[in-house]
Each structure stands twice: as C-alpha cells, then as structure tokens.
C-alpha cells in the first residue's frame, strides 16, 4: 500500500532539478516513514481516545499493558491479526476484501500533499520562502511527499475515494445493519462533502494558490483562522461528519445499527477500517492546521521557526484532542437533523463565506 | 517515468476490458472507477495535474458513486453471458475499433510530441510557457473568466435549472 | 498584515477584464435574470396567486424584446463579443423576436390551463425562461461549444415540461421518450462536434469558416469534417425534427400539456433552425457540395412523411406534430438551397409558421382551459356553431399552414420554392408543391369538422364513442369564458393579424430580412 502510494506521489518531484534516483530515494525513505508515522499516530490516538474518555467518565483507562498503559496498542494489534477471520455466508468474496484495505488506503493517500514544514535546501546556499526557491549547488528538500500546484484539490480527491470503501464493505457484508450504515455514511459523507469544499474555499481566495506550502506561506503573520473563523468552524464542524465522529456518528450508531458498514468485520479486516478512521482523524487535523492555523509557523513570534515539524504537531494535536473532547462531551444526533444541518445551516454558511472572502479579497 | 506510465496504462486497459467482460454489473462499474483513476494518474504524467484531481473529483467521486450506488441498491443479477461471434458483439468489436482509429487520428493531427518528451496541445491558451510560469489552475482560471465567460455561465445556469427540474419532478405532492 | 500582501503573488486579481461587451447579449441577460427573480419570487408569492409569476415573467419576456428591437438598430454591422463566441447580428435577433413573441403568447395563456388541470407551480416559468435563454443563445452563439451548451439550456427545462403533468401517464411518457431520444440526439451533436474540433483544432465558426474556405478549393476536406458536419446535421435534425429522426414528435407532442406542446413546437424549431442555418449556409457553406444531397434528402422524406401519416390522424396535437414535421421539411429546403435566398426565405417561413403555429395552438389552449384538454377531433365537432369567433381563428390558421393564398403560409411556401428552383433544386421545389397539395386535405377536413353538427359522428373514429360522450363533453365545457381571457384574445388577434399581414403585404417582411446574412462571428 505505501509502495503504491510513494510511487504515485514521486510523479510531481520528478521535474526537481536532481538526478531521477537521489529522488526516487528521498521519496521512497518519506513514503515509508510517512506510513509508519501515520500508522503509529493512529494507534496510539486508539490510547489517547481511551485515556481521555476515561477521564471525562471519572475512571482511569488502560493501565495494564506496559507503563500507564503505553503499550495497550501493541497488545491490540496482536490480539486484532490472531482472532479469527470470521465473516457472513453470502458476501460478495471480492470485495469484502477489497474493501479494508481501500479504506486504509485512501487514508493513507491523503496525506501525500501536506507538508509538515518549509522546503529546505540541503548542503547548498538558498532556500524557499513564498515563491521564491533557490538551492545552488545542494537538494531542495521537501516536506511532505509531493509538492504539487493542486494539493489541495488533490486530498479531496483521494478522500472522495473513502466513499467507496464505506459503501462497499456495507454493500458486501450482505447484512441490513451493514447496508443501512453503509447507505447513511456515503449520504453522509457525500452531503458534507459539500460543506468541506465550500469551507476550504476561503483561505483558497485568500491565499490565491491550492499549494498547500504556499498556503502556509501566505499565513505569515497573520494566520487565515483570524480571517476566516467562520470557515474554520464550518471545516471543523463538517470534518466530524467527514471522519464520521460523534456526535455525527451515525453510521454506526451502535444502538440501532450494531457497528454501522463494519459489523460484519472481524480481525485485521476490521482493524484496517478502524485504521483508516484514525489516520482520517489526523489528516482533516492536518488540513485544517495548513489552511487555517499557520502550519507549521511558530505561534509566537520570539519561538524558534526552525522547529517547524514540532509546531505542526502540536497544532494537529491540539485540534485532534479537541474531535475527541466533543465525542465524550455531545450526543448523537438525529440522522434527519444531521441532513438538515449539511445542507441547510453548513452550506449557505459556506456559500455566505465565500461571498463575503471574495469581495474582501477584491477590493483589498 | 516510463514505468509509472506502462503500469497506469497497463490498468486502464485492463480495467476498461474488466468493464465490458465482468459477469456482475457493480463490477463493470467498480472496473470503470478503476479505469478512471489509471487515467488521472497518465494526466499525472502529462503534468496536468489539475485535470487528474478533476477527473478523480468528478468523474470517480461524484459520478461513478452515484452508478454504484444505484447498481448496488436495484441489484440486478447477473448478465447474460454473450456469445463471441454473436452480432452484438461483432458490431460492438468493429466501433470500437473504428473508434480508436478515429481518436489515434485526431490525437495525432491535434498533438505534438515535444522534444522532452512530454506532450503539448498545438493550442493556444495552455501553452507550457504559460502554464509555468503562472501555474495550472490559474491559466485554467483565467481562461474560464476571459475567453470561456459564456460557456461557464451558460453550464451554471444549466445546472441550476437541472436541478430546479429535477426537485419539481421528484418533490411530493403538496397537501393542496 | 504585510507577509500575505497580493503583488508578490503569480495570480490574476482583477486586471484581467474579459474582452465582453455585455449590452450585445442583453436580452439574455434579461432572461438570465429574470429566471432568477422568479426563482425567488416563487418562494414568496402564495400558491393562489401564481398569475403574478405570469405577469412577471412576461414582462421580463417584453423587456427581453424591447432590448432585441432596440438592438436591431445597431446591429446593421454585427458585432461579435466573449470572444468571439456570440455574436448579435440581424440574422439572430430576428429569431430571438420570434422566440420571445411565442414565449410571450405562452406564458399569457398558461395561468387558466394550468390552474385548471391543478398544475399550475412556479416551476413552470422558471423552467420555460430558462429554455428561452437556450433558444437565445442558440440563436446567437458563433461558438461550438456556445451552440452546444445552447441545445442543452433549451432541451434539459423542456424534458421536464414535457412531463410536467407528472401524476399523468402520457405526460411522464412525453418527458421520459424526450429526454431518452434528447439525450440521444446531444451525444449526436457532441460528436459531431468533437470530429469538427478535432480536424480543424477550433470551435469557433469563424476559424472552422476559415479552415474549410482553404481546404475545400484545395481539395482536402478530410472525411473527418464531414463525418463531423454530418453528426452536427443529425443531432440538429432531431431537435428540428425532421425525418427520419422525428420518431419522438407525436408522442411527446401529444403527452405534454398544450402551453408546452406550443413553446415546443415553435420556438424549439425557431432557435434550432437559427443554429442550422447559422452552421450550415454560413460556416460550413463553402463544403456545400458535400451536405445539400443528403440534406435534401431529409428535405423531401420529411415532407413526405409528415404530410402522409397526417392525413391518418385523429388528435388535433398529433396532426400538428405530423405537420410540424413536414414544416421542418419545407425550411430545410432554404438550408439546402444557402445563402443569401435559402436563408431569408427560410426566415420568413419561420415568421408565419410563428404566427399560425403559435396561433392554433393558442386556439387549443383555450378550448382546453376548461378543465379538460381538447385535443382529439370529435371535441372540436360543431365548434362554428358553439363559438364562431374562435372556430373562425382556428380555420384561418389552420388554412395558413396549409398555403392557402392570403395567408402567411402561402408566402411562405412561395419564397422557399422559388429559391430552390432559382437555385436549380428544382425537385425540392416539386416535392414541396405536391406534397402541400396533400397537406391541404387533413387541414380541410377539420375545417369542415368544425361547421358540422356536434354529435354527428359519420367517418369519425369508427367503433369509438357515440354522441351521447360528445355532447356531454360539450356540456362539461359550458363556461364559455374560461380561458377566454383579455390577454387570451388580443394574443390570438395579434397572431391573426400577423397571419394575414405576412399573407397579404409579404414585403413588409420579406424587406427587411432579406438582406440578412447569418455571420460567424
């Protein structure tokens, strides 16, 4: 999976005025390191959700598996590849394969074009700053896996592909609860679809670039979250339905459709779907953090810049503990509500937004 | 490069095949998505980004979810199997091949093959000077407020009577 | 504030100001906007007083024509504008003044029939004005792609028109058959458009004009092209239809409800013809000897065709529909014969066909505003005695499209043949005359029809209903003044009135327009 994701993603260096494999290699070196970073991030958000629900319930969480706990994922990956592969008589045998690991895999995708920090010129003079890139004499590197002009549009490309997943494990299962689910979390994601893209439409006009380091760049002295609060919210908001968390939980509304399109899941198929809801969480989080909170930019101007990495993850951090402080925190919504609110609320909202940036923007 | 080309298109043939031989309709539909991923990543190669994520947004993410939805919802059974030397198919062989001679023609006659490899349009407006120096997006943008004002215009209109249409048809009778 | 200022950055803010001159497109965008305002004068207007959405829409209607009389002024020299993808010439503002008169008369005469058969929503007027922005555009449009898009504004609002009475069968039969053989027809249309583009590497029809006025003397018109000319020929001849691709007409004619079925079968044939005329005499004139032969040939099948199957009709909407396709037959022939002749006499057919189509079925209208449609012959039996007045317009327009002297229709027919046969298509102009000869029978006998006894029932639909159905539906329909409204008689005056002018005084018309050159651009 992350083989195919890298060699995918090299497309957009290949024109970088190096030898094609000094970039080959530095691609393959991010892709791997980018797939095992997400992989572990997500596991150990498995912990972190754990810990932080258990402590808004007054309990403790896990605590058992190695020192506070810290290696409960570890014991959860073993416990997920031995249990056995149970699945429903009368599933479409193909895709009920598939789709795990699509799920996993446009997960992982999406995460190609964010960059986690400037581009940096390696072992020469120059540097990059907002459109300007020298480098004489050493390797321009690059933050995130390609630095390409459409990076944005690319990431709503590569999620729209989730859908797929969702509604082909349902589909597949051959199972009502399965299907339901299913058919609710592609409405769902379809619906508020919409209000991501219209949300990120904002800093788009502001910035005048889909790069996302341009992007960044732009956010230099003033981040876009301090022009742009309303479309902050609504990609925030609108991203809770994207990675489908409470409270707009509702394709697996446990309740009343067992565990939504995976029931019928078990072992590492369902660890690659739960998998992919993690790695979701990280990169709306991610997004969010480029298009609305400076990236990697330091948040006070007298911290050192050179952290950049640093700065990112803890911005991505602090909006990831937010999604999980609102899961503990709100119920669930009604599925019709959850409908009316896209398309009714999140979307004119969206649309008033981009009316009011566009007008900005032109008489600035 | 080459590689990555001979892989994409590889999958796109094979996939654009799974599309007419597959027994069960969802796969035909789940082949074409297949085809048209192949196809956004040889636009990759091409270096139009812009119309790969574009033809990934619209055609694999809007598009096709609604065909596989509907397919998987009415579940139709499986296609009757057709003879290879049935007329149908014949006929069908014979366009397709005419079709390719017609669109090798026209790819031809409308395209250079530069020196570097890459392939560019004899056109105009998205000439590689301009569209490196100002970026995909932006040429892209800029012609369709300029020389494409109308046409742009005319689709959104069309699009927002579409759905006027298709709310009235399909809306419930009022009480009244 | 100063890290994100805007000079640095490699985008366009506002200095790139589109090369467009938006007064030439003002009646579109008079129409254009006015969709809109009634989009949101929808929500506000109660359903029981959905006659205001009427009003407005015709006054943006009347707007929309004043600025095209207006226009026609300085259009004497046309000038092209978004680039050269529209263009606001005499040629195409003369069928924008027929499109907007028809679309006038419709709208006028819609409230009492659509509030009688309870389909009377504010849908109907944003869905009829935006076709109407199609037809302009069409008509206008110098621009394949512009014509494309042009089809498709005109065509998407008319599917669901014509199934607009949606609890009724035949109506959801007339939007379904529309919209499958429409969809058709476009993806004839895009081809056909693609191999143009293709070969010449342009979609603008002064640089196709070009590309052939080179290659043709040379001798190196691809197949290609002319594959190309050909599919656009098809995809526009279903839009026109004309035979052999009139196969949809009767039914969806006959399923719509009428108000549709009248913007239908004229204003869709008015704006297609301006496309035809425009793409073919103009921009592809010069491979002419490459269409006329084929083009002809749909001439005379659509003449012939139409004009047969009409005698065997029963339903006043299906004999229009047979008819309406043998029309398409006779305008074909000013395609096929070119500029500068073909065209203005094709315009002028266009004009009274305007008249006398949009007149009958305003007849139609309402005779069917009083709560059931009157379509079929039997309800029409007897109708000079019942209301003389009406029965009187009827047969004039009906004497109209069959030729008869005095009327629009023999113009008409008159400029067209003597084009073709000026032009040394002489069959064309044969085929015409005999075929208008058979015409004159199926528009006759329901003149006739009309003077004799309600309740006779000799040579009438043998083995169907008897008189005791017919009188009863004439007695249904006692409320002689529903539909017969103000508006109602002075649009079917006018349309009179504009039948016997362009029948009596042929150069009040036929000077004006008949210096006019569809340009490209």
Redesign the interface.
């Known amino acids: 999976m992350g083989q195919a994701a890298v060699s995918v993603v090299t497309l957009a260096v290949v024109r970088a005025p190096v030898s094609l494999p000094l970039t080959l290699v530095v691609a393959l070196v991010k892709g791997v390191l980018v797939v095992f970073a997400l992989a572990t991030a997500a596991a150990y958000l498995t912990l972190l959700e754990r810990k932080i629900a258990a402590r808004i319930q007054l309990r403790i969480g896990p605590n058992r598996v190695g020192p506070g706990g810290l290696l409960q994922p570890a014991a959860d990956g073993v416990k997920l590849i031995f249990k056995e592969k149970a699945a429903p008589a009368g599933r479409d045998r193909v895709l009920f394969q598939i789709a795990p690991a699509l799920a996993a895999g446009a997960a992982l995708f999406a995460f190609a074009t964010i960059p986690i920090n400037r581009t940096i010129c390696v072992g020469g003079h120059g540097g990059a700053g907002p459109l300007s890139v020298s480098c004489a004499g050493g390797y321009l590197l690059h933050w995130d896996l390609a630095n390409v002009n459409i990076g944005l549009l690319y990431i709503l490309a590569v999620t729209s592909m989730g859908v797929y997943a969702i509604f082909l494990g349902g589909w597949s299962s051959n199972s009502k609860y399965s299907l339901l689910g299913a058919l609710r979390s592609s409405a769902q994601l379809i619906s508020y679809e919409m209000a991501v893209s219209f949300a990120i439409v904002g800093p788009i006009l502001l910035a005048g670039t889909l790069n996302l380091e341009q992007m960044v760049h732009q956010q230099q002295g003033l981040w876009f979250i301090f022009l742009q609060p309303l479309g902050f919210l609504l990609y925030f908001t609108a991203a809770f339905a994207e990675t489908n968390r409470l409270p707009f939980d509702l394709p697996e509304a446990e309740g009343e459709l067992g565990a939504g399109y995976h029931t019928e899941f078990a072992g590492m198929r369902f660890g690659l779907f739960f998998f992919a809801e993690y790695i979701n969480m990280v990169t709306v989080c991610s997004i969010a953090t480029v298009l609305f909170l400076g990236g990697w930019l330091a948040p006070v101007w007298f911290l050192p810049s050179w952290l950049g990495p640093i700065w990112f993850v803890a911005k991505a951090g602090l909006l990831l503990f937010v999604m999980m402080w609102v899961r503990w925190t709100f119920p669930r919504l009604r599925y019709d509500r959850l409908m009316q609110f896209g398309w009714k609320v999140l979307l004119p909202l969206g649309l008033a937004n981009i009316v009011v940036t566009a007008v900005f923007v032109a008489v600035r | 490069m080459s590689v990555i080309f001979g892989l994409a298109a590889a999958v796109a043939v094979v996939a654009a095949l799974g599309v007419v031989v597959a027994q069960r309709t969802l796969y035909s539909a789940l082949a074409l998505v297949a085809n048209m991923v192949a196809l956004a990543v040889l636009f990759l190669t091409l270096d139009a980004q812009f119309l790969a994520a574009v033809q990934i947004i619209v055609y694999a993410g809007a598009v096709m979810v609604l065909f596989v939805f509907i397919i998987a919802l009415l579940s139709p059974g499986a296609q009757e199997r057709l003879h290879p030397l049935e007329a149908r198919v014949l006929i069908g062989g014979l366009a397709a091949v005419a079709f390719t001679v017609v669109v090798a023609r026209l790819t031809l006659n409308g395209v250079s093959v530069a020196a570097s490899g890459r392939f560019y349009g004899r056109l105009g407006p998205f000439a590689p000077v301009l569209v490196d120096r100002h970026g995909q997006v932006q040429t892209l943008g800029e012609q369709l407020f300029t020389t494409f004002l109308l046409p742009f215009e005319l689709s959104s209109l069309l699009l927002l009577v579409a759905a006027v249409g298709a709310v009235y048809l399909s809306r419930r009778r009022r009480a009244s | 504030?100063?890290?994100?200022s805007?000079g640095?950055?490699?985008?366009?803010?506002?200095h790139?100001v589109?090369?467009?001159d938006l007064l030439s497109?003002l009646p579109e965008l008079i129409v254009?906007a006015g969709?809109v305002l009634m989009?949101i004068a929808d929500l506000l207007v109660p359903?029981s007083r959905r006659g205001i959405l009427a009003v407005g829409t015709a006054a943006v209607l009347s707007a929309a024509l004043v600025a095209v009389i207006w226009q026609w002024g300085g259009a004497a020299h046309a000038y092209a504008t978004?680039?050269g993808?529209?263009v606001a010439d005499r040629f195409g503002l003369f069928s924008d003044a027929l499109i907007l008169s028809t679309a006038i008369v419709v709208v006028l005469l819609s409230p009492p029939y659509l509030a009688g058969r309870g389909l009377h929503?504010g849908?109907y007027y944003?869905?009829l004005l935006?076709s109407v922005?199609g037809m302009l555009?069409l008509a206008g449009g110098t621009?394949l792609?512009?014509i494309f898009?042009?089809v498709?504004?005109l065509s998407?609002?008319l599917?669901?028109l014509a199934?607009?009475a949606?609890?009724e069968r035949r109506s959801q039969e007339a939007?379904m058959k529309y919209l499958l053989l429409g969809g058709f027809a476009s993806a004839f249309l895009l081809y056909g458009m693609a191999?143009v583009y293709?070969?010449t590497?342009k979609t603008n029809l002064t640089a196709i004009h070009r590309v052939l006025l080179e290659a043709v003397p040379a001798g190196h018109v691809s197949p290609?092209l002319m594959a190309g000319i050909g599919l656009i020929g098809i995809g526009l001849a279903f839009k026109v239809s004309a035979a052999p691709f009139h196969w949809w007409t009767p039914d969806v004619y006959e399923g719509s409800p009428v108000v549709v079925t009248t913007f239908m079968s004229v204003a869709t044939k008015v704006a297609a013809f301006a496309a035809f005329l425009r793409l073919f005499s103009t921009t592809f004139g010069s491979a002419q000897s490459g269409w006329t032969v084929p083009l002809a040939l749909v001439a005379i099948a659509s003449m012939i065709f139409g004009n047969v199957v009409a005698l065997a009709q029963r339903s006043m909407k299906r004999m229009l529909a047979y008819s309406g396709i043998a029309q398409a037959g006779y305008i074909l022939i000013g395609v096929a014969v070119g500029q500068p002749d073909g065209t203005a006499a094709a315009l002028y057919y266009l004009a009274a066909y305007t008249a006398m189509n949009t007149g009958a079925f305003a007849v139609l209208t309402i005779l069917s505003s009083r709560g059931r449609e009157c379509d079929e012959y039997r309800h029409l039996r007897g109708l000079g005695r019942r209301e003389p007045f009406l029965a009187g317009l009827l047969a004039i327009f009906l004497l109209s499209l069959a030729g008869f002297p005095l009327t629009a229709g023999f113009f008409g027919k008159f400029f067209l043949f003597s084009a073709a046969i000026h032009d040394g298509q002489v069959p064309l102009a044969v085929w015409g005359v005999v075929t208008s000869a058979v015409s004159v029978f199926y528009y006759l006998r329901v003149t006739l029809l009309m003077l004799g006894q309600a309740g006779e029932t000799e040579g009438m639909d043998p083995g169907s209903t008897g008189g005791d159905q017919l009188e009863s539906w004439a007695v249904q329909t006692g409320d002689r003044r529903a539909g017969w409204t103000l508006p109602g008689r002075v649009l079917v005056l006018t349309a009179a009135a504009a039948t016997l002018v362009l029948g009596i005084f042929p150069t009040v018309v036929y000077g004006v327009i008949q210096g006019i050159h569809a340009v490209t651009g």
């Open positions: 504030m100063t890290g994100w805007v640095a950055l490699p985008w366009y803010p506002l790139f589109p090369a467009v497109a254009g969709m989009l359903p978004f680039d993808s529209f929503a849908e944003i869905l935006a922005v555009t621009n792609i512009v898009l042009g498709e504004l998407i609002p599917y669901v199934g607009f949606r609890d939007g191999l293709g070969d590497g290609l």
